[in-house]
């Protein structure tokens, strides 16, 4: 039971990255690869602020995602004017620059040791001891991110964002300051990424810079290449089925040592039949190109 | 004053002079026409104009007021629109979406706006449902709001393009060959709606190389070759003249 709360829990947390990575890839046509740095950023500035200035867990949920969306600024303004395998180059300088420092600066965040003893989240005078009451605010947070995120991509602000993935020179000519939608959207996905850091830290209450790699990034663009971009069920499909694979693997029986690497070739195969025979992702409207 | 006016305008790509000293006026109310051969030069004085390109030597006035070197969306909002030779419509948004983003000034083009004034910005959506349709009924696409943009002909989707730089509003409107390949039947709605536009007072300048267009519905004609402004006037004095007969209509 402690087990399905878990799965549950990372479900809602990887829900929140797959539907706000997909703003900037399925919605902006935007291939990030540093989604898991505002995702440790996030994770990290929650956590110092609870440890070392004793902030109760919501307002520093709340600085954790200002912090990271003017992270995002300082990182969009330059590499946005960058287009296609520029921009995706960029994130990936960004990327590696973020786990560099997390790993790094150990004076603040403990290096490879890692930050642990996260004190417990509490929400309204309510302290989310159990797995279960944590779960219960994983999925209230994961619905009003993703009903926020629904909101975004249907409103005109996210018509315009659909419009730059078609034809930028098309919608700048139409009097859309593109650049300006870019950074906004670029902002808006690394604050819900921040959110699902905050998550993150106030459910394990340990983090430490392998959490947030490159190979996490990857992962996370898997999950909604895999479920389908440019819309809501397709991240959410991509959360569920990367997240319950593992899980549906280990009761076939294959050893310890065996299944996370099975895991990994399982997950290229799918990439390599759903871009052969379904370049749009199971339940997607867009194909990344 | 013109409308728009380009003086002495260069445009050079390395050692090659795409653009050389190029000087046109255009009026308000009329519609003018580039012609000339390929490689004169009259797409890049569109680039010029909706500013993908910044003249290397020159300036482009609109209204009087210098607007050469400004981003495109600036152009745009200014009121200079551009329907491009490819066409360029959003292939994988509905024929409404490519007409309803071209509207200006949208308050739910603010992520913010779209959340906290949500009940306000459906409101705004809901009247533009009501003139995305008045013009797509404007244009012969009435019916097919709900098409991916992709799924129309090149005909429709020129016409689809119209219909959004009537929906932007704009003052001028650049047309690089809005009537190359597409049927005739298509081929007079569009100088339709040209008319139309123009006879609103709306500025009209479109490349073309159909003549019998040029005569009959162009009000100024600026023949264009090697990258200079070789003759302008009246479309048939400058169709009439033994420059242009040699250098483009090979009489």
Known sequence: MTYALHVLNMISIYAILALSLNLLVGYTGLLSLSHAAFYGIGAYICSLLMMKLSFPFLPAMLLSIVGAVAISFLISLPSLRLRGDYFVLASLGFQIIVFSVLYNCVELTQGPFGISDIPRPSVFGLTLTSAGSYLAFSVVVAAVCGGLLYLIGQSPFGRVLKAIREDEIAAESLGKRVSQFKVIAFAIAAGFAAVAGTVFAGYLRYIDPTSFTLVESIFILSIIIIGGTGNVTGPLTGTALMLLLPEALSFLGIPDNIAPNLRQVIYGVLIILIMRYRPQGLMGEYRYQ | ?251
């Open chain 2, 1 to 251: 004053m013109s409308k728009l006016e380009l003086q002495n305008v260069t445009k050079a790509f390395g050692g090659v002079l795409a653009v050389d000293g190029a000087s046109l006026a255009f009026d308000e109310g009329k519609v003018s026409a580039l012609i000339g051969p390929n490689g004169a030069g009259k797409t890049t004085i569109f680039n010029l104009i909706s500013g993908l390109l910044c003249p290397t030597e020159g300036d482009v006035y609109y209204d009087g007021k210098k607007i050469s070197g400004f981003a495109p969306w600036r152009v745009s909002q200014a009121g200079v629109g551009r329907l491009f030779q490819d066409v360029r419509v959003f292939d994988r948004l509905t024929v409404r979406d490519n007409v309803s983003m071209a509207f200006k000034g949208q308050k739910g083009e603010s992520a913010i706006m779209s959340i906290i004034k949500r009940w306000q910005v459906s409101r705004e959506e809901k009247e533009l449902r009501g003139r995305v349709e008045e013009l797509l009924e404007s244009v012969g696409l009435a019916g097919r709001e709900d098409e991916l943009a992709v799924d129309l002909s090149y005909g429709q989707q020129k016409l689809l393009a119209l219909a959004r730089l009537l929906a932007a509003e704009m003052d001028v409107l650049l047309l690089d060959e809005p009537t190359a390949g597409v049927n005739p039947r298509m081929v007079d709605k569009i100088l339709e709606l040209v008319r139309k536009v123009v006879a609103g007072g709306k500025t009209v300048i479109i490349i073309e190389h159909n003549m019998n267009v040029v005569r009959e519905h162009v009000d100024v004609a600026f023949f264009m070759n090697e990258g200079r402004v070789a003759f302008s006037g009246e479309p048939n004095a400058v169709l009439a003249a033994p420059q242009v007969k040699t250098a483009y209509l090979r009489m």
